[in-house]
């Protein structure tokens, strides 16, 4: 199993990186967010937590899970290194995250862009930045020594109740949320099962950030849902779709171990039905 995950996992990490095309942004500032999220419907009181780094530029926000902003952390300070020579667990440790999705605000311009990575499946699509309706509130409350507003919007099947400030004004915040006079310092769906949180903010005095943002098969939402759905049902078969001339990985399992392996998967998957996006 650890022989699957490691190979898995080399694909995935050298992959990030592969693109030739760069986009160059001076971020000005970071913003740290904590989620706290119900993966199974069917079981609410069980949940789990994960951070997200929202770093916000010039032209364009970037929002990802801190452990895939550390996978293309470690791959653009080890290029010219054996990424062998690090430790597998410890790599595995510091990279792992439930999100494999990266997302653009403004790029293009006034687009979303939701890029997300399966082996050397590259997708993405995009969608209107300013899709949200948002309905601004009277209540006011302090969060992190912030001033905040309230106010309220629905967004793919659920209902959501954000905290805004203006004394940061930048129209942004979590996941693909944006277009309110401030920044987004917590949200969450009426049922609370996706609850984003501020955890820290600050300026930050970076150089120009290379972003690798070409050789991304452009799709639709539905196509790339669907790539991530037979990805988490049968990985060995997208596995094996990948695999080219040039690079061909073949697994040699005992007698029974995949269909084990996949009947462990499904089972897991069952009890991640609870997506951010309903519909």
């Not at 032209?59 to 801190?66: G, N, P």
């Not at 999100?99 to 699509?125: C, N, Q, W």
């Not at 078969?237 to 462990?264: H, M, P, S, W, Y």
Request: charge should be positive; proline fraction near 3%.
């Amino acid at each position: 199993m650890q022989t699957f995950l490691l190979i898995i996992f080399s694909l995935v990490f050298s992959s990030a990186f592969a693109q030739n095309k760069v986009i160059e942004d001076q971020f000005k500032y970071k913003a740290v967010y904590k989620l706290t999220y119900a993966p199974d419907s069917t079981n609410i009181k069980k949940v789990k937590s994960e951070d997200f780094n929202l770093y916000v530029g010039n032209k364009i926000s970037i929002f990802a899970s801190r452990g895939r902003v550390m996978r293309d952390s470690l791959k653009l300070h080890l290029q010219d290194r054996d990424l062998s020579s690090i430790d597998f667990g410890e790599r595995a440790k510091r990279t792992k995250t439930e999100f494999e999705s990266v997302i653009y605000k403004g790029f293009p311009e006034a687009k979303i862009s939701y890029s997300y990575k399966i082996l050397r499946d590259k997708l993405t699509y995009e969608e209107d930045l300013n899709q949200f309706s948002w309905e601004i509130l009277p209540e006011t409350q302090t969060i992190q020594g912030y001033k905040t507003q309230k106010a309220k919007t629905s967004f793919a099947g659920r209902n959501y109740i954000a905290w805004f400030t203006s004394e940061i004004p930048i129209s942004d915040g979590p996941y693909k949320f944006n277009g309110l006079p401030g920044l987004i310092l917590e949200i969450m769906d009426a049922k609370n099962h996706y609850h984003y949180k501020l955890a820290s903010f600050e300026k930050i005095n970076s150089d120009k950030v290379v972003l690798k943002t070409s050789n991304f098969l452009k799709s639709d939402k539905e196509e790339v849902l669907e790539r991530v759905n037979e990805y988490k049902l049968n990985p060995f078969a997208v596995l094996e779709r990948n695999n080219t001339a040039e690079r061909n990985v073949t697994i040699n399992f005992k007698d029974g171990q995949k269909e084990k392996l996949l009947r462990e998967k499904k089972e897991k998957l069952a009890k991640k039905n609870n997506p951010i996006e309903l519909e």
